[in-house]
């Protein structure tokens, strides 16, 4: 039996939700079909996720953003826990109305102000901690296991003495073939050939990862139409 | 016979693939998960250390496209936490997944008797992507001065004391896309909180660099985790539940690799056979 | 002054958070959290500028009759309506819009998402063919994982399968991705150096 969190409540039928999963079902039949072949009901489901998601995102975005960023500081600053109107929010309103210079040509220099300063903010941010994280922790944790054990740290196994080794190897070959710089060629080739097979190795798992991240989609709407539509079938 | 093989109608590959993993669901099959990931065992044992009342940010980072991976996941370490008496933080970064956070929160606080305001809140999404994860590093209710219900977040007693990640005691991102990375680098290396990242199997090998770092302190990778997870905290739910479907399809893909494998490999040589060309008649030279 | 403008613009905000993730004066902290602020609320409008596009686009498919004309109305339809209902009866749980993204918008989300399962597997049946040493390696190295990742491979190979797995994922894997994090770190640092010098201009569209 499933666990009683992916059944309806049949018992006591909320008309709503009844509607709910048949309108749902109705909806996943319809995308399905495109399986078959193109054809106008794909289509009308196609074209109702694309309105359906962008109205969605406005209204979060206005309850989420523009409510308590920008309406709550300059009208009801007490909902928000102001003394007083916070009049600095004008200016970043400011600047991000000029994103709309974009839409009258000879305006469409104004979108760039906003866009400059969003990208530097980012570029700046990124420098150090992408370094950090990126590179130096990266390469800490590819010779850190050839030196001393942590203090009451167990001793590493045969398959983790020999995957320390391997993970090096991979390391340094897989560079090896990204570096064009130098030709391919003698030992630096065979290398460089090596470095191919650990990212083929990377891809392969990679490939085994996706079967199972795409087939769990596929059983969650399959657990849909066998746990909650199927059964109204019988109930009603 | 192996070229109609090598050929054959697409649509007859997907009419097996749905018989495939409605099979399990109808048979009723149970595939409870036999070895528990120690990544995912990392990740319980930190839950399991944690004092009660400490704050742990939850961001909720994925949407419904990738619904069924990760809400299992979300639902099972959101029921660990809550077991913990953590105060629940939950937030997220992509606007289609302000809703389903409140679904998760919601029912697993009302499963475990807690009280919204008290010991969860749902702060809702924010716009600024890397300036929401910096923002909060140095103060959250400057971040986000109403919750998702558009409540002041200052009186809350579940904020009580939490000023920035230095009030944190760990932070999950729950994610289908490449967020975990960004929490990493400008949360966890900037301002040391502790990291852990539940993901999508996809998305899953690029996190592995940052396990062997100490970067993160856990993961779950995929459905296959949120079930380990489901079984270590004892509450079997639509994880464990998905698992023979999982099975039988990746058994089945298995199949087609090797068949499609064979057709081919047996069609080239039938090809080939027929055009080999007969050997050039000798032409007295050599003598 | 076009262009100049948003080069200092870019200039000024790189340095200020290059320099302050080093000096964390309590002055430029305060500037720091500003700023901040002021990002999430540009943050916004560029949300917003995703809508002016999808009208234009709709709008101007219905006014010039192009294919498929007629499916606009159901995506500008379905737009106004979803938004009158979110905005007029709230999101709170068991209001309308809460409703429609239950049983509309999650299932059309989860079920354009799940058809890649079927267009994987037919991949898998037609292109994925031990032609070369290299395809073979991917090819086993993928077997081993998905069997590995499954109850039953644990249970047919006494457990070993899936330490093998893991093994797969923790070593070779994490050192090839691990040169392919080296080589996309250095990237972002130095597009990151060249969009504060100004020498990388593409985001801002040009002269």
């Given at each position: 039996?499933?666990?009683?969190?992916?059944?309806?409540?049949?018992?006591?039928?909320?008309?709503?939700?009844?509607?709910?999963?048949?309108?749902?079902?109705?909806?996943?039949?319809?995308?399905?079909?495109?399986?078959?072949?193109?054809?106008?009901?794909?289509?009308?489901?196609?074209?109702?996720?694309?309105?359906?998601?962008?109205?969605?995102?406005?209204?979060?975005?206005?309850?989420?953003?523009?409510?308590?960023?920008?309406?709550?500081?300059?009208?009801?600053?007490?909902?928000?826990?102001?003394?007083?109107?916070?009049?600095?929010?004008?200016?970043?309103?400011?600047?991000?109305?000029?994103?709309?210079?974009?839409?009258i040509p000879r305006w469409s220099w104004m979108s760039r102000w906003p866009i400059a300063f969003i990208v530097g903010l980012g570029s700046g941010a990124a420098i150090p901690v992408v370094f950090q994280a990126n590179i130096l922790e990266q390469a800490h944790g590819t010779?850190?296991?050839?030196?001393?054990?942590?203090?009451?740290?167990?001793?590493?196994?045969?398959?983790?003495?020999?995957?320390?080794?391997?993970?090096?190897?991979?390391?340094?070959t897989t560079l090896a073939y990204f570096y064009f710089s130098k030709p391919h060629t003698g030992n630096f080739g065979r290398a460089s050939r090596l470095g191919v097979w650990f990212l083929m190795i990377a891809f392969g798992a990679g490939f085994g990862n996706t079967v199972m991240a795409r087939v769990a989609l596929l059983i969650g709407r399959l657990q849909f139409l066998v746990y909650q539509w199927a059964p109204l079938w019988w109930h009603h | 016979?192996?070229?109609?093989?090598?050929?054959?109608?697409?649509?007859?590959?997907?009419?097996?693939?749905?018989?495939?993993?409605?099979?399990?669901?109808?048979?009723?099959?149970?595939?409870?998960?036999?070895?528990?990931?120690?990544?995912t065992q990392s990740l319980y044992d930190y839950i399991e250390k944690l004092p009660p009342g400490t704050p742990v940010l939850v961001s909720f980072d994925f949407d419904p496209a990738v619904k069924p991976e990760l809400y299992p996941m979300a639902m099972a370490i959101t029921r660990h936490l809550h077991r913990r008496n953590a105060r629940v933080i939950g937030m997220t970064m992509l606007p289609s997944g302000v809703l389903m956070v409140d679904d998760v929160l919601n029912q697993t606080g009302e499963e475990a008797g807690k009280r919204r305001g008290e010991d969860w809140v749902n702060l809702g999404y924010k716009t600024g992507g890397l300036a929401v994860i910096l923002g909060l590093g140095e103060n959250l209710k400057r971040v986000f001065p109403t919750d998702a219900h558009l409540a002041s977040t200052a009186p809350l007693p579940v904020l009580r004391g939490v000023r920035n990640y230095q009030d944190i005691g760990l932070l999950i991102t729950i994610s289908g896309t490449g967020m975990p990375g960004a929490w990493i680098a400008f949360a966890h290396q900037r301002y040391k909180v502790p990291v852990a990242v539940g993901t999508t199997s996809v998305q899953a090998t690029d996190y592995y660099v940052y396990l062997r770092t100490g970067q993160i302190v856990g993961m779950l990778n995929g459905i296959a985790a949120a079930a380990e997870y489901e079984k270590l905290i004892g509450v079997p739910d639509q994880a464990m539940l998905g698992m023979p479907g999982v099975t039988a399809c990746h058994l089945l893909?298995?199949?087609?690799?090797?068949?499609?494998?064979?057709?081919y490999f047996a069609s080239r040589r039938h090809r080939e056979e027929p055009t080999a060309e007969p050997p050039e008649p000798p032409t007295g030279e050599e003598v | 002054?076009?262009?100049?403008?948003?080069?200092?613009?870019?200039?000024?905000?790189?340095?200020?958070?290059?320099?302050?993730?080093?000096?964390?004066?309590?002055?430029?902290?305060?500037?720091?959290?500003?700023?901040?602020?002021?990002?999430?609320?540009?943050?916004?409008?560029?949300?917003?500028?995703?809508?002016?596009?999808?009208?234009?686009?709709?709008?101007?498919?219905?006014?010039?009759?192009?294919?498929?004309?007629?499916?606009?109305?159901?995506?500008?339809?379905?737009?106004?309506?979803?938004?009158?209902?979110?905005?007029?009866?709230?999101?709170?749980?068991?209001?309308?819009?809460?409703?429609?993204?239950?049983?509309?918008?999650?299932?059309?989300?989860?079920?354009?998402f799940s058809l890649l399962a079927f267009f994987m597997a037919s991949a898998a049946y037609r292109s994925f063919r031990a032609r070369s040493v290299e395809a073979t390696i991917l090819l086993v190295a993928a077997i081993i994982v998905i069997i590995g990742r499954i109850p039953l491979g644990g249970e047919l190979s006494h457990g070993y399968l899936p330490r093998i797995t893991e093994w797969i994922m923790i070593y070779p894997t994490v050192g090839a991705k691990r040169a392919i994090l080296f080589g996309v770190a250095l990237g972002v640092i130095a597009t990151s150096l060249r969009i504060i010098l100004g020498i990388e201009r593409s985001h801002l569209g040009g002269d």
């Open positions: 039996m499933p666990p009683t969190a992916a059944l309806p409540n049949l018992a006591g039928p909320d008309p709503w939700m009844i509607a709910g999963i048949w309108v749902a079902a109705v909806i996943t039949l319809a995308v399905y079909s495109f399986l078959y072949g193109d054809n106008p009901l794909y289509k009308v489901a196609e074209h109702l996720f694309v309105g359906i998601s962008a109205a969605y995102g406005t209204v979060i975005l206005y309850n989420t953003g523009v409510l308590p960023k920008l309406i709550f500081p300059l009208f009801s600053p007490d909902k928000v826990d102001l003394p007083g109107p916070n009049y600095l929010v004008l200016l970043p309103a400011l600047l991000g109305l000029m994103f709309f210079g974009r839409f010779v850190a296991p050839f030196g001393p054990l942590a203090p009451g740290a167990p001793a590493l196994g045969v398959a983790d003495l020999i995957g320390n080794w391997v993970l090096a190897a991979a390391v340094l | 016979m192996w070229d109609k093989l090598l050929h054959i109608d697409r649509r007859l590959i997907y009419a097996l693939l749905f018989a495939v993993v409605l099979a399990p669901f109808l048979l009723q099959w149970k595939q409870p998960p036999q070895y528990i990931n120690p990544w893909m298995v199949l087609l690799v090797i068949v499609g494998n064979v057709a | 002054m076009r262009m100049q403008a948003p080069l200092a613009i870019g200039f000024l905000a790189g340095m200020f958070f290059l320099v302050q993730f080093f000096v964390p004066h309590q002055r430029l902290k305060e500037v720091y959290d500003v700023l901040l602020d002021w990002a999430t609320i540009i943050g916004i409008f560029a949300m917003v500028l995703g809508l002016g596009s999808l009208f234009r686009t709709h709008i101007d498919r219905i006014r010039q009759r192009r294919k498929s004309w007629g499916y606009s109305f159901i995506t500008l339809g379905s737009f106004f309506l979803m938004l009158i209902l979110g905005l007029g009866w709230g999101t709170e749980k068991g209001s309308p819009f809460q409703w429609m993204f239950t049983w509309v918008q999650v299932p059309l989300d989860s079920t354009v």
